[in-house]
């Protein structure tokens, strides 16, 4: 389990735990939560299991999906929620300058 920012990250399939080519975690939103602003290099799709987020300036609730392009300003708002992420192995995420592997997708 990983915390950034009030955000909690619970990955379940990733090259640490056997998958070689999708990364796959939980996300736990907390109430009134503002993510930061970042980019990624692979597509993401959220799915929304309980609560209601924002991502990429579309709201959502349980059971709704939004898929987020590569290389795609945006941000995750809202909750508290619960959200289920997947992507591709080695995804890497521009945060301000910063560029990070998100150790929940390792």
């Known amino acids: 389990m990983f915390e950034r920012h009030g955000f909690v990250f619970t990955p379940h399939a990733t090259p640490s735990l056997g998958s070689t080519r999708i990364a796959l975690w939980t996300v736990r ?3 009134g939560a503002r993510g930061e602003r970042h980019r990624v290099d692979q597509e ?3 799915h929304v299991l ?3 987020v924002t991502v990429h300036g579309r709201e959502a609730g349980p059971g709704d999906t939004v898929i987020v392009p590569p ?3 945006f941000e995750l708002v809202g909750g508290p929620a619960t959200v ?3 992507t591709s192995v080695g995804i890497t ?3 301000g300058e910063e560029r990070i592997t998100p150790p929940w997708a390792r």
């Open 93 to 95: 995420a521009l945060v």
């Open 84 to 86: 289920l992420v997947a």
């Open 44 to 46: 993401e799709v959220f």
């Open 71 to 73: 290389h795609t300003d």
């Open 50 to 52: 309980d609560g209601r």
């Open 29 to 31: 939103v907390p109430a």
